[in-house]
């Protein structure tokens, strides 16, 4: 289990998203429209979320990465979604409550979430106004739904190589073109 793995799922217990479902499915308002969203590239075999979760995930990641991220994200060039997939299926329980966490955020509604509509439907704007408001809630649940969505968007996007020019990171040391000696420069020289 990787470290952003491991703090996505320390934010994100059973009991906490179980109680997030049931206060949506108790007030009745789970809705069944349509949501927009970004769907798996041909080719791409989920294991872990289904194909609303990945759109749900993706949405969000584009609002959470900033401007140059969520570019990377529109243009396929980054695919925090499927990375966030192939992470999960390597651990099925933190797996279980990330969907859920998904789900909850796509389709809770107020008075859980502000909103009406899927989250995936919402504007770019609407979509900024949730997250901070979960962000910034006072309600526990509220905040693990939105530290426990960010850690796994934040691991799954800066994981890819793509993501490192938004970084200045020049890649794994020891491993291809980034040798162990790139690693021993001093940042204030030359090379």
Known sequence: MTPAVAH???????RTFLRLAGLA?????????????????????????????????TAAAARLV?????????????????????????????GGLVAQALTVLEFGVWPLLPKLR????????????LLRDCMTSSMDLKQALFAGVRGIVMGAFYGQAATQPLTHYPGPFGLGAVTI???????????
């Open 8 to 14: 996505a799922a320390a934010a994100l217990d059973r």
């Open 25 to 57: 499915a108790a007030a009745g308002l789970v809705p069944t429209g349509c949501g927009g969203g970004q769907a798996p590239a041909a080719g791409t075999t989920l294991q872990v979320l289904s194909s609303r979760q990945y759109a749900t995930l």
């Open 66 to 94: 900033g401007p140059r991220g969520a570019a990377l994200i529109r243009d396929r060039a980054v695919d925090p979604a499927a990375a966030a997939d192939a992470l999960l299926a390597r651990s099925p329980l933190v």
């Open 118 to 129: 899927p989250f995936t439907a919402l504007d770019d704007d609407a979509q900024d106004a």
């Open 181 to 191: 000696a790139d690693a021993m420069q001093p940042l204030d020289e030359p090379e």
